[in-house]
T-cell receptor, first 114, second 113 residues
Framework: NAGVTQTPKFQVLKTGQSMTLQCAQD?????MYWYRQDPGMGLRLIYYSASEGTTDKGEVPNGYNVSRLNKREFSLRLESAAPSQTSVYFC?????????????FGSGTQLSVL | KNQVEQSPQSLIILEGKNCTLQ??????????LRWYKQDTGRGPVSLTIMTFSENTKSNGRYTATLDADTKQSSLHITASQLSDSASYICVVSGMDSSYKLIFGSGTRLLVRP
């Protein structure tokens, strides 16, 4: 009964380093999302994938890239980390991307960039 | 500008008491409004989803109301339990895109014994 699984849970990077956040869902969902959550702010969409093979920019895509590896997996890459990317990152999925659907979230990755 | 504002920012209540959290939004057009519960260190979990035509929806001790005319929603928690301690997030979806959810910053609720 895993749902949406994110790895790692915690990560500390130095400015300029790169890393990839992994996300996998086992609910056979078509749509997947990456959000960031900063203190005092609502979640903001970084990128989303409406279906396997497609990705689109969200509200705050600068400094990130994504890959929809297959239907289950959607990864987020930071090519050259900056302190402004210190945040908690959440992956989510939904069945078809309909506006009436629930989103199912992973437990998050807490990232600190020094 | 599309916005979702929640109040209060934080709230402390005694176990067993009721409370009401508020959400005002300026998102237009409007498709639906959701409430999520986020435990510390976890991702948000859906509590309710209400469309334009619904004005009340319940999920156990959680009851959400929606007034689409005044663009206000509330989440009422009855007979609070220690496990209700969490952040509660109001989220509004516009009709133009299913991928443009507008999240509020949440109300942090602490239930004390």
């Amino acid at each position: 009964n895993a749902g949406v699984t994110q790895t790692p849970k915690f990560q500390v990077l130095k400015t300029g380093q790169s890393m990839t956040l992994q996300c996998a869902q086992d609910m056979n969902h078509n749509s997947m999302y990456w959000y960031r959550q900063d203190p005092g702010m609502g979640l903001r969409l970084i990128y989303y994938s409406a279906s396997e093979g497609t990705t689109d920019k969200g509200e705050v895509p600068n400094g990130y890239n994504v890959s929809r590896l297959n239907k289950r997996e959607f990864s987020l890459r930071l090519e050259s980390a900056a302190p402004s990317q210190t945040s908690v990152y959440f992956c989510a999925s939904s069945a078809t991307g309909s506006s009436l659907e629930k989103l199912f979230f992973g437990s998050g990755t807490q990232l600190s960039v020094l | 500008k599309n916005q979702v504002e929640q109040s209060p920012q934080s709230l402390i209540i005694l176990e067993g008491k009721n409370c009401t959290l508020q959400c005002n939004y300026t998102v237009s057009p409007f498709s639906n409004l959701r409430w999520y519960k986020q435990d510390t260190g976890r991702g948000p979990v859906s509590l309710t989803i209400m469309t334009f035509s619904e004005n009340t929806k319940s999920n156990g001790r959680y009851t959400a109301t929606l007034d689409a005319d005044t663009k206000q929603s509330s989440l009422h928690i009855t007979a609070s339990q220690l496990s209700d301690s969490a952040s509660y997030i109001c989220v509004v979806s516009g009709m133009d895109s299913s991928y443009k959810l507008i999240f509020g910053s949440g109300t942090r609720l602490l239930v004390r014994p």
